[in-house]
């Protein structure tokens, strides 16, 4: 089995939190992709199409994180 931490330091939690340099509206996108390292318009793509699809959900998803995160 491979372990992915090498060293023998615990690693610390990661902690979400906003992203409030590269933010478009209150930076929950920006922030989600830097949590699950991954590019900030591939969550903001899937936001929109969720709020389009999903029929307005993602946008109080979205509006909970932004306030519960601050």
Known sequence: MSD????????????FH????DKLIGGVCSGIANYVNVDPLLVRLVFAV??????GSFI???????????
């Open 4 to 15: 992915l931490n090498m060293s023998n330091e615990p690693q610390t939690p990661r902690k």
């Open 18 to 21: 906003l992203d409030r340099g």
């Open 50 to 55: 969720g709020a389009v699809a999903g029929f």
């Open 60 to 70: 109080v998803i979205y509006l909970l994180i932004w306030l519960l995160a601050n």
